[in-house]
């Protein structure tokens, strides 16, 4: 090749490397573009993640707002309730004491009186006993329980039936056996005089001996008319409250009916007036012996703790689980003829304070 051919040749080269290079300059504008828009991009980006994440925050916010309106709605209308319920509060708390305790509405629904039967209005059954009883036409067989003393006496043996408590003053050495002399020392204890005593003596032991002895044969098998107390429950008489049954247990329910159906001016016990009508209301058919055991046993007790003519309801119950002859053996006090006076537990904290 000549050199003037190379000489052009070189020349063209030159031409076209200065185009590039002239051209380079667009290509880095075009880049810094692209760059700059990158960056617009992620900036957008940015900014509608901040967006994002705003409306989020509002959205919790609107909800804590929405929960907090619900609660104070909530807290009016709860209010709105208490305020119900304060104005119905009786009828509520009645009606709360029903579905706890559903005996309540059975009670409600019986018919304890009619017309055609004049007694039934004049001695009424006992009501609400469940309250402070539980089931109180449960037997209890260890205690003497009431309304007043659902416990019962604190103290009394629980090895031994009502009943069997009941003539444990009596059984002075704990044998099981109570003779005629025991009987008779018994009741000199409690102050009576020696007429009463032997009076007692006969009816006693005349009348409870025999059916507590474990032979058919009378006489033969018991000839000192001794009572045993491991079978007592035998020698149980008709004509009587039912108070206990015919094991000797204690029947609440039976012992607070004569309370309802006979202390008729609610004054807590009995006066003689209404101690005659509990005999006569209790009496059954063709029961000479029953009738004479019951008139002994009330007219007994009332000469034992009378208090201005009342025989008072605790004083009645402690009578039958034998608590009272023992109080009543510390605090008797003698009449002239020898038949005490012996104040009743019920009122011998007012009698003092007189």
Known sequence: MS???????????????????????????????????????????????NK???????????????DNKKHERNQVHNKNEQ???????????????????????????IITEVDEAPETKERKVPKDLSDKLGNAGLPRATIAASKEMPEGTPGRPTRKSVLQQ???????????????????????????????????????????????QKSWIPILGNPLFNVYVDT?????????SETFDTEG???PEKFEEVFSKYDRDNKGGLSLKDIKQVIRGNANVFDPFGWTSAVFEWGTLYLLCEKDGI????????????????????????????????????????????
């Open 3 to 49: 050199n003037i051919e190379q000489h052009m040749n070189k020349g063209q080269d030159k031409k076209k490397t200065d185009k590039i290079i002239i051209q380079n300059p667009d290509l880095s504008n075009k880049n810094e573009r692209i760059n700059v828009q990158g960056q617009d991009n992620k900036k957008n980006e940015r900014h509608q993640d």
């Open 52 to 66: 994002k994440n705003e409306r989020h925050h509002d959205n919790k916010k609107n909800e804590r707002n929405q």
């Open 83 to 109: 305020t119900d319920r304060s104005i119905f509060s009786g009828h509520d708390h009645d009606n709360k004491k029903n579905e706890q305790n559903p005996k309540l509405n059975q009670e409600k629904d």
């Open 166 to 212: 009941h003539v444990e003053f009596w059984d002075t050495d704990h044998d099981g056996v109570i003779t005629p002399l025991d009987t008779w020392k018994g009741f000199r204890k409690l102050g009576f005089s020696l007429a009463f005593s032997a009076v007692a003596v006969g009816i006693i032991h005349g009348g409870f001996s025999y059916p507590t």
């Open 232 to 240: 007592l429950s035998k020698a149980k008489h008709g004509s009587d």
């Open 249 to 251: 247990r204690f029947v």
């Open 311 to 354: 025989v008072y309801k605790e004083d009645v119950r402690s009578c039958y689980d034998g608590s009272l002859f023992f109080k009543m053996q510390e605090t008797k006090e003698k009449r002239q003829k020898g038949v005490p006076i012996i104040k009743s537990s019920a009122t011998t904290t007012s009698a003092k304070e007189e």
